[in-house]
Each structure stands twice: as structure tokens, then as C-alpha cells.
């Protein structure tokens, strides 16, 4: 029922393939980009107040392959902030080319907008005091927070309802609002993907007094965002990023993403390896 009705909103928005991205970026010479900017380390605004993360070094390279597909030396960037509750009606108008934040692509949001080949694997975790609880069923009757209008919302309540448990969910603006609640003893738990979580407690001024639960409850394949019915534009797009898997230069952006050190799990090994397709 839901998926229906999503479509059928969808079907009353303009029809976003009338609007060919190509020929709108060839014309007008730039790129627009949609970003979040909490939702680091994948995307986000940094210390200096530029766009950064590993989506957004993603689609800056997609970029290029994007200018010579149109027959421009390079294209102007033009970033876009966007939150969870707008970011896909941004592509539909047109306010946005690409939107490269941290979107799950799921099959009910294909009903508003098309999504490139997978960028990445993550999933939803819980982020605690250092002296809070130590498993999920410890926050029964307890007040806990997440970032609004996204997956993990959703799947936070999903796991709640199916395990019968009593909990107070408050949905926040933001993931530093998130922390912000945590530290203040206004929630018990932060629920977000994983890898937003590790950042989050990393950058916040007591890391110690932080942990992030091992484990996760949930899937989260990213992609980047496109207009939805515009294959010519998607097409670019996967092949770019194809090419960045096939290429290994993927690994390059994935450390300077998440520090030297980091390791790509088995998971992320094997999506790369599915996602890089042949030309």
C-alpha cells in the first residue's frame, strides 16, 4: 500500500526525464551537486567550509568523465545542500544533477528517483555513553535518538515493534544534534550507519567517554541519486564509476576517506568486484 502511494505522488511530479541532465549540463557548463553536510565521512562540510568526503571525491571524479561525455575541457561544480527530507524532491525539480550524500538505495525510493551502481555498503549502529548500556535489549523503556526522515529511522522502529520493545524514538536535524543529546543525557542511545557513528564519536571533544556498539542491524547499499527515467545520465555514471572500480582507483579514495589505516571490509571487496562492470 505504501509503495502504491508512492507512486502515485511520483506520477503527479513533473516528469523528470523531459529535463535530459546532459544537454542541461552541456548548456549551461556546470554540475550541480547535491551533498549533506553531517554525514561525515561520506559527506559533509569540512573545517574550511568546502564540500569533502568520500562520496563527494566519488562524484568529483564521475565529473570529469561527465565533461568529456558533453565536449567540455571541465564543468563548473556547483554544490548543493540538501537534507534527508529534500534531497530527492531536489533531483525531481531539477535543483540538483546528482546528489551525492549517503543515500540507501531501496526499492521504494526507486519510485521517485533512479540510482547509479552501488558506491558503498555500511549499516545502522548505536552510539552509547561509555557508561550507558551494553546491548539494544538495555534500551527498552529508554529515550533514543535518530537522524530523521532516513533508513535507519525506519529501521530503528521496525526492530522496536518486532522485538516488542518500549522506547521513546526522537528523530533530530542532524547527526551533531544527535551527539548533542547523547552528551546532554537527553538520550540514551544515537542510532545512525556505522561508519557516520565512528566519525561522529572521533570528532566529538570526549571520544573517551563514547563507544560504538559492535554489531548492526541493518543493510545499508549506497548509490548516487539521479533523476529518475534519465538513462543517457545514468549510464555516464555507472560507466565512470565502473571504471573507477575496475581501475583501483577507488582504493585511493576510499583511504584518503577514511584514513590510512582503514581496511575494506569483505563485503565492500565484493561490491566493488560485482559493481565494476565490463564495458
Not at 97 to 108: H, P, R
Not at 163 to 187: F, Q
Not at 247 to 267: C, H, L, M, P, W
Request: proline share 4%; glycine share 8%.
Amino acid at each position: 500500500m505504501r509503495l502504491a502511494w508512492i507512486v502515485a505522488v511520483a506520477l503527479l511530479l513533473p516528469v523528470s526525464a523531459a529535463a535530459q541532465t546532459l544537454e542541461r549540463v552541456r548548456d549551461s557548463g556546470v554540475l550541480k551537486i547535491g551533498y549533506r553536510e553531517d554525514a561525515a565521512p561520506y559527506s559533509y562540510k569540512n573545517a574550511i567550509g568546502q564540500p569533502a568526503g568520500y562520496t563527494i571525491a566519488l562524484c568529483q571524479a564521475v565529473a570529469t568523465d561527465i565533461a568529456d561525455e558533453v565536449g567540455l575541457a571541465e564543468l563548473a561544480l556547483e554544490y548543493v545542500p540538501v537534507g534527508t527530507e529534500d534531497r530527492f524532491r531536489a533531483l525531481q525539480e531539477g535543483r540538483i544533477d546528482l546528489l551525492c550524500g549517503a543515500t540507501t538505495a531501496t526499492l521504494t525510493r526507486r519510485a521517485l528517483i533512479d540510482f547509479s551502481v552501488p558506491t558503498f555498503i555500511d549499516g545502522a549502529g548505536v552510539l552509547l555513553r561509555a557508561d550507558g548500556p551494553d546491548t539494544f535489549a538495555e534500551l527498552a523503556g529508554k529515550t533514543v535518538g535518530v537522524r530523521a526522515a532516513t533508513t535507519t529511522e525506519e529501521a530503528l522502529r521496525n526492530t522496536l515493534q518486532r522485538r516488542g520493545m518500549d522506547a521513546t524514538v526522537v528523530p533530530v536535524d542532524s547527526h551533531e544534534d544527535g551527539l548533542a543529546k547523547l552528551e546532554a543525557g537527553e538520550i540514551t542511545a544515537y542510532f545512525a550507519d556505522q561508519a557516520i557513528l565512528i566519525f561522529l564519536a572521533a570528532r566529538s571533544g570526549a571520544p573517551q567517554d563514547l563507544k560504538v556498539a559492535e554489531g548492526q542491524f541493518s543493510l545499508e547499499p549506497y548509490a548516487l541519486g539521479l533523476q529518475r527515467g534519465d538513462n543517457d545520465f545514468r549510464l555516464v555514471v555507472d560507466t565512470s564509476l565502473s571504471r573507477l572500480y575496475r581501475s583501483g582507483e577507488v582504493d585511493r579514495i576510499f583511504k584518503n576517506s577514511f584514513g590510512a589505516n582503514a581496511t575494506q571490509s569483505e563485503a565492500l571487496r565484493a561490491l566493488y568486484l560485482i559493481s565494476a562492470l565490463p564495458e
